[in-house]
């Protein structure tokens, strides 16, 4: 789905169409909404007692969007020659997405294995 959405995009020309600051208005608006989706989920599962495991989860999956879901629903309701235009924000929170997520899984594992070598206090 996702490499079907990238070329879509490609063949329509979207990247060329779309200017280079509106692409990092998006990009900056992108990465706002995922601060925020991040931001929450990890509040509020904290604030609801969550433990660190159950906390890891929400915050993975409270922050999924995905163009596996998104690419089938745009194309039930858009004309198809406008997919692209109407995915760019998608293709790149996705991707923004996978990025910051995986500095957060290094993150959330380099904590576990600093637990798991500090010494027991007995």
Not at 27 to 56: H, M, N, P
């Amino acid at each position: 789905m996702v490499y079907t959405a990238f070329s879509a995009a490609v063949i329509q020309g979207l990247w060329h169409q779309v200017p280079l600051t509106a692409l990092a208005g998006l990009v900056v608006a992108c990465c706002v909404l995922l601060a925020i989706a991040l931001f929450a989920t990890t509040q509020l599962s904290r604030r609801l007692g969550f433990d660190k495991e159950d906390e890891i989860t929400i915050v993975f999956c409270g922050s999924k969007k995905s163009l596996a879901t998104g690419v089938p629903m745009a194309q039930v309701l858009f004309a198809t020659g406008s997919i692209g235009v109407i995915l760019l924000p998608l293709m790149l929170f996705h991707q923004i997405q996978l990025m910051v997520c995986a500095v957060l899984a290094q993150r959330y594992a380099k904590r576990q294995q600093q637990a798991a070598a500090a010494p027991v206090a007995q």
